[in-house]
């Protein structure tokens, strides 16, 4: 067992769970995994090739030999760069779809403990606390409402110049939301032991503050 702290902050869709997880990483020094991200990039990989999001034995062997590396806030496969790319709604829509597999969050499992090194872990998503991680020292339900999540998302893609519209973002928010929260493996709920963190009206930053005054307070 590794003895690294791990702290698991779980949630819904552009919930600010990215932004809060590397600042409170930056904060302590910890290491940083965005789980979601190897979501997408089996997603994406799938979309490359041509593989159906359907065919679970086949996505399975794409997500154990996914050849990634985080470097900083860059993702690059087998040495592309790709970034900007998995960030796009259609590779978000495949990755809810190919994280409804079983075979495919076995797969993942293993890749994703290995990030919990010392001096310690911060790893965002939808099952850190309750499947990956299940011993974390401190577990965060990360919430925002629908409308402010597509805001959110709605202001972002915009600042990259990316066409959008506030209706649909929303509609593609809840869809995503109902398919996580229903499939049968590691569905999005918060684990009993999770802290809810509602940041509605809360910026980034001040969510993150208050994740590091609960781990300060931590009673080991
Ligand atoms: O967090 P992000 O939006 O990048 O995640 C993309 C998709 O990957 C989510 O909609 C969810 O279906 C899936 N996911 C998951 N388990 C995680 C992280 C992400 O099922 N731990």
Redesign the pocket.
């Known amino acids: 067992m590794n003895s690294a702290p791990v702290i698991a902050i779980?949630g819904p869709?552009?919930s600010g769970?990215?932004t809060v997880a590397q600042e409170v990483a930056a904060a302590l020094g910890f290491h940083y995994l965005?789980?979601?991200?190897?979501?997408?990039l089996v997603?994406h990989s799938a979309l490359r090739r041509g593989v159906s999001l359907d065919d679970e034995a086949q996505l399975g062997v794409l997500a154990a030999g996914l050849d990634v590396d985080f470097r900083g806030e860059e993702i690059l496969i087998q040495n592309e760069q790709v970034t900007d790319e998995?960030?796009s709604e259609d590779v978000?829509a495949g990755?809810?779809?190919?994280?409804?597999l079983p075979g495919v969050?076995t797969a993942l499992l293993e890749r994703?403990r290995r990030f919990a090194r010392p001096p310690g872990l911060v790893a965002?998503?939808?099952?850190?606390g309750s499947?990956?991680f299940p011993g974390a020292v401190l577990k965060i339900f990360l919430t925002a409402s629908a409308e402010e999540r597509a805001l959110r998302r709605y202001k972002q893609l915009k600042q990259k110049g990316i066409a959008a519209t506030l209706p649909s973002l929303l509609e593609d928010l809840r869809q995503?939301d109902a398919?996580?929260a229903a499939?049968s493996v590691?569905p999005?709920k918060q684990c009993p032991d999770a802290r809810q963190l509602d940041t509605t009206a809360m910026s980034a930053k001040q969510a993150a503050e208050r994740i590091l005054a609960w781990y300060r307070g931590l009673d080991w």
């Not at 965005?34 to 979501?39: C, D, I, R």
């Open positions: 779980d869709s552009a769970k990215g965005n789980s979601g991200a190897l979501y997408r997603a998995i960030r978000a990755a809810s779809r190919v994280a409804s969050r994703q965002e998503g939808r099952d850190m499947v990956v995503r398919r996580d499939r590691a999005l």
